[in-house]
T-cell receptor, first 112, second 114 residues
Framework: QKEVEQNSGPLSVPEGAIASLNCTYS??????FFWYRQYSGKSPELIMS????GDKEDGRFTAQLNKASQYVSLLIRDSQPSDSATYLC????????????FGKGTKLSVIP | DVKVTQSSRYLVKRTGEKVFLECVQD?????MFWYRQDPGLGLRLIYF???????EKGDIPEGYSVSREKKERFSLILESASTNQTSMYLC?????????????FGPGTRLLVL
């Protein structure tokens, strides 16, 4: 059974701080990794994808991947109240699979 | 931009009714997915399709069926709705090659079965 684990939170950070969201996965052969943001009552929207070990930056967001430790994280710099949402980690195992395995999400609250 | 649309944002049905949820994508994606999302349980895959007229069961297919007659359209059918099928239903699509298997979601349908 492929698993993706996230701390459910809530994670509370003050406005302007760095929010750090973490995710671990069980399938060592996983090849593609995604972070989605989901506002309450809305559908998930893609924030970042990462495929190689290391960091990938996009504006205030940085995704970090460590395949040896089976660990992927998302850093949000200069957090804003509008970043308050649930963040879903998703993993594709590769090997011809089209499916994503989703974590249950971490709820982030940015306090003004 | 990828656009995935779903036929209804909110739906109220009676127990035993047959329910159709439709999803359309405009980016020529081969793969389409139906999920349901419930508090504390996360996203659970019901069915997916990797080509026209092809379908594969996901983790929770019981009580559901699907239809994919055209590439852009993927329908979820609740043959006889039950109260435990009250949920948020999300459709997604992705490419088979390239794109790293990124899935793009529709706005969701919140279904209430009374």
């Amino acid at each position: 059974q492929k698993e993706v684990e996230q701390n459910s939170g809530p994670l509370s950070v003050p406005e302007g701080a760095i929010a750090s969201l973490n995710c671990t996965y069980s399938d060592r052969g996983s090849q593609s990794f995604f972070w989605y943001r989901q506002y309450s009552g809305k559908s998930p929207e893609l924030i970042m994808s990462i495929y190689s070990n290391g960091d990938k930056e996009d504006g205030r967001f940085t995704a970090q991947l460590n395949k040896a430790s089976q660990y992927v994280s998302l850093l949000i710099r200069d957090s804003q109240p509008s970043d308050s949402a649930t963040y879903l980690c998703a993993v594709n195992s590769g090997a011809g699979s089209y499916q994503l395995t989703f974590g249950k999400g971490t709820k982030l609250s940015v306090i003004p | 931009d990828v656009k995935v649309t779903q036929s209804s944002r909110y739906l109220v049905k009676r127990t035993g009714e047959k329910v159709f949820l439709e999803c359309v994508q405009d980016m020529d994606h081969e793969n389409m997915f139906w999920y349901r999302q419930d508090p504390g349980l996360g996203l659970r895959l019901i069915y997916f399709s990797y080509d026209v007229k092809m379908k594969e069961k996901g983790d929770i297919p019981e009580g559901y069926s699907v239809s994919r007659e055209k590439k852009e359209r993927f329908s979820l059918i609740l043959e006889s709705a039950s109260t435990n099928q009250t949920s948020m239903y999300l459709c997604a699509s992705s490419l088979s090659a390239g794109g790293g298997k990124t899935q793009y979601f529709g706005p969701g349908t919140r279904l209430l079965v009374l």
